[in-house]
């Protein structure tokens, strides 16, 4: 369980002030709130949670940096397509904080943090394993995790409207926090792996020195290349 404690009237009255500019502007309100976290909950172990209204999980770590970050949930969903996805996605982010309401220390990964990723090339065919991800998207997490070395946040976002109920819906975030349950994760949760296709050596190597003689032509500048890896299990594997 993430130990943490919500001032009730502190997070009202942000929320508060997130409907007044929501009445002003009418649209919603990007309300977010940054607390202290205690006890030994990791990143991983908040990214395996069972969040109420879960939806998407999202984690992001840079270790040797010591900062790691799992969200739940998604406050804010923003999509884009084609050769202008970067510049939708710029200027929507740019209007939902231009707005929004965030009472959050300056501390790096706390706060309304944008996770996601984009399409290298909007042209290409998308593989069948991506079907369902949009050229750009971006989400602002309900609950974000965040272990900044040497202390641990949890940012709450939440979309406010003219019409919300202040009460109700401070009422239900802490409710949220405090049936949330994050499991510890053990070292022997993965199953034994029985066959294992990949694609072979020499098509990999193929393609690199294809890829370096294209580069040397003058035809491209940067390309990421990628092997898939197939693991078959008779378990359930374990994010």
Not at 18 to 47: C, M
Not at 82 to 102: C, N, P, Y
Not at 208 to 234: D, M, N, P
């Amino acid at each position: 369980m993430l130990e943490t404690r919500i001032n009730k009237e502190n997070l009202c009255d942000l929320l508060t002030q997130g409907k007044e500019r929501a009445a002003v502007r009418h649209r919603p309100i990007l309300v977010s709130l940054v607390q202290p976290l205690q006890g030994e909950t990791s990143a991983l172990e908040v990214f395996l949670n069972d969040f109420p209204h879960k939806g998407r999980s999202m984690f992001w770590a840079k270790p040797m940096a010591g900062l790691w970050m799992a969200g739940s949930g998604a406050a804010v969903t923003l999509t884009a397509a084609g050769e202008t996805r970067f510049r939708g996605i710029k200027e929507q982010t740019a209007e939902i904080l231009d707005s929004a309401v965030i009472e959050a220390p300056a501390v790096r990964g706390t706060g309304p943090v944008f996770m996601g990723g984009f399409r290298y090339d909007a042209k290409a065919k998308k593989d069948d394993l991506w079907h369902e991800f949009p050229d750009a998207l971006l989400m602002v997490p309900r609950f974000l995790f965040t272990r900044s070395d040497p202390d641990t946040w949890l940012t709450i976002n939440t979309l406010v409207e003219a019409g919300t109920d202040i009460t109700f819906a401070a009422e239900t975030i802490i409710e949220d926090l405090e049936l949330a349950d994050c499991p510890r994760i053990r070292e022997d949760e993965q199953p034994s792996v029985f066959q294992l296709h990949q694609s072979p050596k020499a098509d990999w190597q193929h393609r690199v020195k294809k890829a370096l003689e294209t580069i040397e032509a003058g035809e491209l500048v940067k390309v990421v290349l990628s092997r898939r890896k197939v693991l078959h299990a008779r378990g359930q594997f374990s994010l």
